[in-house]
């Protein structure tokens, strides 16, 4: 009898299973179903998930993934859970109330995924009273992986880069124009792809070039997200995912300098989300 945990994110998803008060932790490939088919969704998962928790009875499943803002994504996922968890509750919710529930608990706060994409929303302690639209890595995903990566890649192909960066660029990476082009064109994930150049920036910190990016972009996030809610002023700002965890220095500051409270960092939503549910 066990309660399996999902934080899924573009790149990937952490599983926890919760049985005899003992957890399991499994991770398997990110996906959107903006992305991917049901049936493309269901065959990985019946891959790489079910595979590792055979004999092992799921009565429940807390689902928390991005791209489930979407009704007809939120569907979706729910009918491919239940045909693979026969029997079980199912409750699919998105990851915004995932980082929400992660970061603060109970109280009332700001709750902010800088990752492979990016998000936020104003949590009073229950449920999310606000949040800013999330737009993709094409319109938005301000200080995501995926938009630090982008302007990575826009400093390299623009030529931007001074000599010393250009060359750690092509030692770390040996691409050029045609296969960077041909990977976010026609890539299923071209928002895992951008997301996989933000690693340059911590390779490289120190920089000045480097520095602006990464402020630039965390920056461009507090402008069109955290400035957004007038509660920002009156409550904590948390933040969850890779992006926010290596960069904590700077949100730290931009923090202060925007005189915003600084709250709970964590790499992960998971063990904030194993405290919740037990």
């Keep these: 009898m066990a309660t399996l945990i ?3 994110g573009a790149t990937k998803c952490d599983w926890s299973l919760l049985e005899n008060n003992k957890v399991k932790k499994i991770v398997t490939q990110g996906f959107s179903l903006y992305f991917l088919s049901a049936e493309n969704v269901k065959q990985l998962l019946i891959t790489e998930l079910l595979s590792k928790i055979k004999n092992t009875t799921v009565l429940k499943v807390y689902f928390y993934g991005t791209g489930i803002g979407n009704k007809v994504n939120a569907q979706q996922m729910k009918q491919i859970l239940k045909q693979i968890f026969k029997g079980a509750l199912i409750e699919v919710n998105t990851d915004l109330l995932a980082a929400a529930r992660s970061l603060c608990g109970n109280q009332k706060g700001i709750a902010c995924i800088l990752g492979t994409g990016s998000n936020s929303c104003y949590y009073d ?3 999310i009273i606000k949040s800013n639209p999330s ?3 094409v319109l938005g995903d301000e200080g995501s992986g995926a938009y630090l990566g982008k302007k990575v890649l826009q400093y390299y192909l623009y ?7 250009t060359i750690n660029f092509d030692k770390s990476y040996n691409t ?3 296969t960077i082009l041909n990977s976010i064109y026609k890539s299923n994930t071209p928002n895992r792809y951008l997301a996989s150049f933000a690693s340059f920036l911590s390779e490289n910190r120190g920089h000045y070039m480097i520095e602006n990016i990464i402020e630039d972009g965390l920056n461009d996030f507090f402008q069109n997200h955290i400035y957004k809610y007038r509660e920002s002023w009156l409550h904590p700002i948390h933040f969850t995912g890779g992006i926010a965890y290596t960069y904590k220095d700077v949100i730290k500051e931009l923090c202060h300098s925007y ?3 600084v709250g709970n960092f964590s790499k992960s939503p998971m063990q904030g989300l194993l405290q919740y549910h037990q």
């Design 125 to 127: 302690g229950k449920k």
């Design 259 to 261: 005189e915003l409270e």
């Design 135 to 137: 737009l993709g890595f």
């Design 159 to 165: 030529q931007t880069f001074d000599e010393e960066l």
């Design 176 to 178: 050029n124009k045609a």
């Design 6 to 8: 999902a934080d899924c």
